[in-house]
């Protein structure tokens, strides 16, 4: 399990270490650990060494010293993992479930908890990264959730102007093709080689974050093909130059 966990500190954290190295110091640490259980007789004493000593000095050989934050998050993952793990493990062992094998039972639980620790930081990634928004046009309103992407550096050769991208689903109850003027700008970023994208002008885009609330005057805003940001928890793409 220690090896497990190391391994996903090192994955989930994209520290680039050499698993031979996380192998080796996961194996050393859990001799000293069986080293402890066999001569330390008092229980306190040996899981005040085991956590704060053993598991520390782990985590410190394998990923070493970048400053006490990253040392933080690199221990903080890895008790993470083995608290999922160890939990799930003995839930399963208690209630008879998956195949008697131990090692075909680990294996499911640390695939699953790595599937947990995955889904909590990629919810993170992009959580720290969406807004409340507004896009104006005329007198016309939409309110959205807005993804900063710093990836986006699309631009409209026509005006120059970064191009955030907005859901069909989202566009088609917000602009009136009677009436907005529709240009195409070509592109290569949004899973074809050579495309392109419909893109019109809103007045105002409003956003919303932890500073405030400010306002950006006429953005152009591209039609995403159907179905690529639907069930993504946000609707528009920010061009990166809007944060």
Request: hydrophobic share 45%; net charge positive; glycine share 8%.
């Amino acid at each position: 399990m220690d090896f497990a966990a190391v391994a996903g500190v090192n994955y989930f954290l994209k520290r680039r270490r050499r698993h031979r190295r996380l192998l080796l110091v996961s194996l050393s640490a859990s001799v000293a650990g069986l080293v402890l259980i066999l001569t330390v007789k008092n229980y306190l004493v040996y899981r005040l060494i085991s956590h704060f000593l053993l598991n520390t000095g782990m985590i410190f050989l394998c990923f070493g010293w970048r400053g006490r934050r990253r040392f933080l998050e690199d221990w903080a993952v890895s008790y993470l993992l083995v608290v999922v793990m160890g939990g799930m493990l003995e839930w399963v062992q208690e209630n008879g479930l998956l195949p008697r094998s131990f090692f075909l039972r680990f294996a499911a639980v640390s695939l699953t908890g790595y599937g947990i620790l995955f889904y909590l930081m990629q919810r993170k990634e992009t959580g720290n990264h969406i807004f409340p928004a507004v896009l104006k046009k005329d007198a016309r309103c939409l309110a959205v959730q807005a993804y900063w992407d710093s990836g986006n550096r699309l631009r409209d050769p026509y005006t120059g102007r970064g191009v955030s991208i907005l859901s069909r689903a989202k566009a088609e109850t917000f602009f009136d093709p009677q009436k907005d003027l529709v240009r195409y700008v070509p592109y290569r970023s949004l899973g074809e080689t050579d495309g392109l994208l419909p893109v019109t002008d809103v007045d105002v885009l409003i956003l919303t974050d932890a500073k405030g609330e400010y306002r950006v005057e006429k953005i152009a805003i591209g039609i995403a093909n159907e179905g690529l940001l639907e069930d993504k928890g946000y609707d528009l793409i920010l061009h990166a130059s809007l944060l």
